[in-house]
Structures are given as structure tokens and as C-alpha cells.
């Protein structure tokens, strides 16, 4: 056990004799203990938030809102089709082609394409908020997010599916160890006619604990397909405390996702 002792100079002493029984010395001393308890609560905190920050535990630009897509007559409103890194959260399995679109901003670009489109282009609604994607965009393809989760954790789900040529057309939503791994189906969503379906429902992670990807997938067609907007995945929050001069837990070290020493309900 270690003790301590508090040094006092004659200079401190004399001025708490000055000031009276007003503010007394144990009042002088107990303020600075409790700076010093602020100090190192500060300290441990900046070294927490890091470690959260590897973790990705939300989805993020659910219903497609970014970027703004601008049209050149907001009553027609736009589409285009622009590489993953232009669309905060999400990225696609879509080959490297060229993109096309109406929209004065941003531009239709080349590379890996997700399709956005703004209310009310072709006469089409949002299901919710002014912008929307397309799962067909020049090929049929998986856009997905990547998020850690823990073994037999259950999250909830809601998404809007809409068809876009009033035809049968069918999406899975599933989930994979990588972009194209091997798929889990989730649930699979088949949707005609031109109104928003709403999926939902509950899914139980068998694990193992890990960074999974979650995403959408068009099952077929190819240039044209598969509205999809209102995304809603619940996961419990956590936090992560991570000793400073250790790189992996004791029991069984997870490279690619930490792992969870204390959840916050």
C-alpha cells in the first residue's frame, strides 16, 4: 500500500491565517483534490475515446440524404450516379463503369456507382425525407455498411422497398463477413406496383464476435430496379475500455474488431 503526503509552504500557510475562519485550510485543500480528480478523469477519457472510435456501431445516412442532390428545376427533381466515397456510409459491390445523371450537383462520375435519386423525378416519392437509392444502378449489386458486432446480440430492422417498373422486383437484406462474402439472408423483400413496402423485424447474430458487413442486395435485373430508402438498424451501443500498453484481450484476441469489456444500456 502506498502512502502519500501533501507539502504545504509557509507562503500558502500564512495567507489561509490571513484570510480568517472563513475559508479555512481542509476548504483550500479539498478544492485542489477535487481539481486533481477532474484532471485524471479528463486524462482517462482521452484515452477511452479513441478506442471507440474503431468501432462502428450505427448506420449511417440511412435514407440516403447525402449528398444533396441538386436539380436544375427543383419540381422535376434529379438522379445520379456517383462512386461510393461520394456517399457518407455506404459502399457497393458495383463495378468500375461509367455513371450518368441530370443533376447539377454532384456530377455523374466513374467508378464503383450508387444511384441516388431526388423527389420527385419520374413522378416518384421519397419514403421518407427528399432523396432515395436505386439498387440497380448500371448493374444489379449489394450496398452495404460495415458495423462490429457481438455474438447473439439481437437488432432490430425497418426498411422501405419500392419497385421502380411497377413489376415484381426482389432485394435481399443480409449479412456477410466481407463485401463479398458469403451471404446470410436476413429477410428477402419482393415488392411490385408503385407504393413504398416497410419491412421489419429482429435478427439474432450467431457470431462469431467480429466487423460484419450489413447490406441490400437486387436479386437479378440489371440496369433498373429496387428503390430502397427509410433504412432503420437498432444496434445496443457500447463502450470499450482497452488498457494503453495492451494491444489484445488475454482470453481470445480479435484482430479485426475489439472486443467489448463493458456495455452501456
Known sequence: MKFWREEIDSAELAE??????????????AASRAVSWFLALIAVLMFVVPSQAQVQRSFINQGFEQPVLVPSNAANGCYVQVTDGTVPGWST???N???????????????ALIELWRAPF???????GSQF???????????????????????????????????????????APTANGTRTQI??????GSAWA?????????????????????????TAGNFLDNIQITLTPYLEFVPGNSSAWKASPQPTCPRCAW???
Open 16 to 29: 489561509v491565517v490571513h484570510k480568517g475562519p472563513y475559508e479555512s485550510f481542509c476548504e483550500k485543500r
Open 97 to 111: 463503369v461509367q455513371g450518368s445523371g441530370n443533376c447539377t450537383s454532384p456530377s455523374a462520375a466513374s467508378g
Open 133 to 175: 437509392a436505386e439498387l440497380n444502378a448500371e448493374r444489379a449489386s449489394r450496398l452495404y455498411q460495415t458495423v462490429c458486432l457481438v455474438a447473439g446480440e439481437q437488432f432490430a430492422y425497418r426498411f422501405s422497398h419500392r419497385s421502380r417498373s411497377g413489376g415484381n422486383e426482389v432485394a435481399d437484406f443480409n449479412i
Open 93 to 95: 459491390t458495383h463495378p
Open 198 to 222: 416497410n419491412r421489419t423485424g429482429t435478427y439474432t447474430f450467431p457470431g462469431p464476435s467480429g466487423v460484419q458487413t450489413l447490406g441490400f442486395e437486387a436479386i437479378g435485373g440489371t
Open 122 to 128: 419520374n413522378g416518384v416519392t421519397a419514403a421518407e
Open 263 to 265: 456495455r452501456a444500456f
Open 187 to 192: 429477410v428477402r423483400s419482393t415488392v411490385s
